[in-house]
């Protein structure tokens, strides 16, 4: 969003016409998507690659991160060009060969966005590791596994809220796994624009009700053009009062009410007139559904409130939950968030329209000016020096219903239990592996077999330092894959059942492992590059909902599946 210090007022008396700026017009579509507040986001986000193996996935990634405009990037990877990189990797060249990989890779991806700054190091994760401070600079951190250093960097990146995409492709299939603060709050969920209408009609305030009246009064005698152009919300409000004076003063509770009354507002339609019916009756009539509900809160906006950073804010407190807790305040006060104002296309007359959409616009700025009031008396109570911009309040109460705060998960990986050659136990909690065991019963669709998979690879090459030669994939990780299932059996309650069928599928993945022998498909790197970069879109802007928080792609049966670990 512009900085309203550097946006020019409009002139007095003077139409203003301005076309879009040459950075607008760059980014249009992705501007449809998470707008100019997003934009920003993104255009200060440093990412961080810690690139190993082929590396073609964590390039893919960033060329999909610097298009739409990241901030910078930076490359650490030690690796010298070879032949092989040029087949795969398409941000090489011939004259690359022998060059330093992770510099090549940076000239060649600063090409596609002149706008954004790309850097490199070159150096092995081990060395840049020793000094994990670094890691702070950055917004967001990804790392291509197998890495024997994820324990290392999961704990500290979990440790100081830094996001942290642990990535594999590897053959014909792919995983990524999102590693989240332990509180990572989003405002903009984007969620289907028809769940977001708040119309207020059980519970309508007296300039709403006050409208209707005047719209209504003379209902039977207006003209087929005034009768047919009357905005359907005033006509459901009208017969919903008719309804209840017949029913005690009460609304309709089931579903059969309100069908009742969905054939009384359709029976108020005018059917003489050359059209034969009125499509704002139509209207009226289709909404008594979906639009004649009490006021509820999501579940998640019910987490938010239940939290005690919401009950009961500090001075250092994110704004999020300072702003949370006065629309708390707000719903207990009233038993309704604070309207956000927006109404639904509809047929009726240019000005009868603006008309109400006014009332619901004051209507939303009145519980607005509540909510800030509330901030603003606990930023003094907390003697907080810095305020919290109205803009974002204003936003918070727009998307109050479709809030989410997600608890970050630490990733699943094998690690090494005390320096022993048996991998630490998952902890395969039950909630989780209720959701797991389900793969038991239908083996043959379930993606599970390619996460264990994975996991078993990543516990291979821990093991690999500790063998006298390269050793047998097969024979170290699928009896690691066979504990694993066994421990979801029994979490899940399923200590009988067969699980064969699944354990076959996990040594088929694993076979194509070894046959692909740590290469990677450009292809499959590309898809997966772009999944990871849509996740991390999401994480810089903090709009719309990320992966929660394991996701694998089999690119033989091209299918993804997401595992929440």
């Known amino acids: 969003m512009a900085d309203r210090s550097t ?3 409009p002139l007095r008396g003077q139409a203003q016409v301005h076309g879009p700026t040459a950075k607008e017009r760059k980014y249009d579509r992705q501007l449809r998507l998470w707008a100019a507040s997003g934009q920003v986001a993104l255009e200060q986000a440093k990412i961080l690659l810690l690139n190993s193996g082929p590396g073609v996935v964590g390039i893919e990634t960033l060329k999909n991160l610097i ?10 990877d ?3 060009v070879e032949e092989k990189d040029l087949g795969v990797n398409f941000f090489l060249t011939k004259d690359s060969l022998g060059l330093r990989r992770a510099e090549e890779s940076c000239r060649l991806l600063k090409e596609l966005n002149p706008e954004v700054e790309g850097h490199f190091i ?3 994760i081990t060395s ?4 994990l401070e670094q890691l702070k600079q950055y917004t967001l951190t990804l790392l291509i596994g197998p890495s024997p250093h994820v324990h290392t960097i999961s704990a500290y990146a979990a440790a100081n809220s830094i996001p942290l995409f642990y990535v594999h492709s590897l053959g014909f299939y792919s995983h990524f796994s999102l590693q989240l603060p332990s509180q990572f709050p989003i405002i903009d969920t984007h969620p289907d624009p028809a769940s977001t209408q708040d119309l207020r009609l059980l519970n309508p305030w007296p300039e709403l009700v006050e409208y209707t009246r005047h719209m209504t009064a003379q209902i039977d ?11 359907y919300l005033l006509i459901l409000l009208y017969y919903l009062e008719e309804w209840k004076s017949s029913h005690n003063g009460r609304p309709p509770a089931n579903y059969d009410e309100k069908k009742e009354l969905k054939a009384l507002v359709s029976s108020g339609a005018r059917t003489s007139n050359p059209e034969g019916g009125e499509e704002n009756f139509d209207e009226a009539a289709a909404a008594v559904l979906k639009s004649l509900n009490l006021p509820t809160i999501s579940s998640g906006l019910r987490e938010v409130f239940d939290c005690q950073d919401c009950k009961a804010p500090y001075t250092t407190s994110p704004n999020f939950w300072l702003i949370a807790h006065a629309i708390s305040a707000f719903h207990s006060e009233h038993g309704a968030l604070p309207l956000p104002g927006a109404l639904p296309d509809m047929k009726a007359q240019s000005a009868d329209y603006i008309h109400l959409q006014n009332i619901y616009k004051r209507k939303a700025r009145e519980d607005l000016a509540e909510v800030t009031s509330t901030v603003r008396r606990s930023e003094k109570a907390l003697q907080r020096r810095q305020l919290i911009d109205d803009t974002e309040i204003q936003a918070f109460c727009k998307n109050a219903a479709f809030v ?3 608890r970050g998960k630490s990733l699943a990986f094998a690690q090494l239990a005390g320096g022993k050659q048996e991998p630490a136990e998952i902890n395969w909690r039950s909630d989780r592996a209720s959701a797991l065991a389900m793969a038991f019963h239908m083996p043959e669709d379930s993606l599970l077999p390619v996460y264990l998979a994975f996991l078993a690879y990543d516990y291979y090459h821990l093991q690999r330092p500790q063998l006298d030669s390269d050793g047998d994939c097969m024979a170290i990780a699928s009896p690691a894959t066979g504990r694993a299932l066994a421990a979801i059996a029994v979490a899940g309650g399923l200590e009988d059942v067969d699980r064969s069928g699944l354990q076959q599928k996990i040594d088929d993945v694993l076979r194509e492992f070894d046959r ?3 290469a990677e498909l450009h292809n499959i790197s590309a898809l997966t590059g772009g999944m990871v970069a849509q996740e991390v879109i999401k994480v810089v802007t903090k709009q719309y909902v990320p992966v929660d928080n394991a996701c694998v792609f089999d690119g033989i049966a091209s299918k993804t599946a997401i595992f929440i670990m």
Do not use: M, R, W, Y
């Open 7 to 9: 946006t020019p007022p």
């Open 67 to 76: 298009l739409p405009g990241v901030g910078s990037f930076t490359i650490v």
């Open 78 to 80: 030690e690796a010298v």
């Open 122 to 124: 070159q150096s092995s």
């Open 128 to 131: 840049f590791i020793l000094d």
């Open 221 to 231: 005698t207006l003209s087929d053009h005034e009768h047919g152009h009357i905005p």
């Open 404 to 406: 989410k705060c997600i």
């Open 516 to 518: 692909a022998n740590g």
